[in-house]
């Protein structure tokens, strides 16, 4: 049985529900994948596609419900062009991962109404 710290649903369920909204809260153009971590029944991975400054920019992120309401996320991996990037560097990828970060907040924050069911 679920606490009432813990999300309504378990993964698959949480998967099939950001697999349906994140694309709403994503730029036009960009493509997610959305999974399930096998090794960590808490954890859903993340893989966003994007084109920035006319170079493919990927960005892998893990996801965490800290509780029924928030979410903890995590970067994993940016690569830009096929090329392994450091979050750190000062061409505007950081400022980048910021936005994917929000964005993924927002999306959580819209799955309220189910993970806090």
Not at 89 to 105: A, F, I, M, P
Request: charged share 35%; with cysteine; proline share 4%.
């Amino acid at each position: 049985m679920k606490t009432a710290d813990e999300p309504a649903v378990g993964q698959k369920e949480l998967v099939q529900a950001w697999r349906r909204t994140l694309p709403e809260f994503l730029p036009d153009g960009d493509e997610a994948k959305v999974w399930g971590d096998e090794a960590d029944p808490n954890t859903i991975r993340i893989h966003i596609r994007t084109a920035a400054d006319h170079r493919t920019v990927e960005l892998d992120f893990s996801l965490v419900y800290v509780d029924s309401r928030e979410v903890d996320v995590r970067l994993a991996d940016v690569e830009r062009g096929r090329r392994t990037a450091l979050e750190r560097s000062d061409d505007g990828l950081q400022e980048l991962v910021g936005d994917y970060r929000r964005h993924l907040h927002e999306c959580a924050q819209a799955l309220q109404p189910l993970t806090r069911s």
